[in-house]
């Protein structure tokens, strides 16, 4: 297993100063900048583009930038967000009209290539392509809006992908999106997950480092 990496989602920082957010939540812990990415378009939401990455870069930000596109058509944004600093970028393989080429897309941009999965979103997408992911990213919630409540049954299917990428033996993360929070942070882990995102739950306590600290401290006990 992985060690676990927290992902903070950006989309629940306070946009007036985000370079300040960000280098205060690495600081207190973090591992990885999690970006939302939304066009109004896939999904009922507009967020952030290239640019932002690019301007958190240009800030001083070393840490990987994980990025999620919830856009379609989506290999455009993959050339963009590579050039503007991206580590890891993911799309929702029903977003593509060839999985494939998106993924190699990503490699050749020099970036992390990922698959993500909403709730209802059925797994055979993997059947041909584990071969070429870095991870895959389930939704816990469904997509467009942060501060939604986790959705139980995904921890199924956290064991199901789990279970997908143990068979596989290939060394791809296993990442988690939606809900997550201190009080059931363990349970997901236990589920299979190494990589957790979580957007309100850590920008909206006035203590970050507190936070994440807890986190890790159930991180620690998940067996």
């Excluded at 992390?112 to 709730?119: E, I, K």
């Amino acid at each position: 297993m992985k060690p676990y990496l927290i992902a903070p989602s950006i989309l629940s920082a306070n946009f007036t100063k985000l370079g300040e957010e960000v280098d205060n939540v690495l600081n207190a812990g973090a591992d990885v900048v999690h970006f939302d990415v939304m066009d109004n378009h896939y999904v009922p939401n507009l967020t952030i583009g290239p640019l932002v990455c690019k301007a958190l870069r240009k800030h001083g930000v070393t840490a990987d930038i994980d990025v999620h596109l919830m856009v379609q058509p989506v290999d455009d944004m993959i050339k963009q967000f590579a050039d503007a600093g991206a580590s890891y970028i993911s799309f929702h393989p029903e977003a593509s009209q060839h999985v494939d080429r998106s993924l190699q897309l990503i490699i050749d941009s020099g970036c992390q290539p990922g698959l993500v999965f909403n709730p209802a979103t059925p797994l055979q997408h993997l059947d041909h392509v584990m071969h070429k992911l870095h991870h895959i990213l389930l939704m816990s919630v469904n997509p467009g809006f942060g501060g939604q409540s986790f959705i139980p049954q995904s921890l199924d299917k956290l064991k199901q992908v789990r279970a997908l990428i143990d068979q596989s033996g290939f060394d791809i993360r296993l990442e988690i999106d939606g809900g997550v929070k201190v009080d059931n942070i363990r349970a997901i882990a236990e589920a299979g997950a190494d990589m957790f995102v979580a957007g309100s739950a850590i920008f909206g306590q006035t203590d970050y480092q507190a936070v994440i600290s807890q986190m890790r401290s159930e991180l620690a006990l998940a067996n």
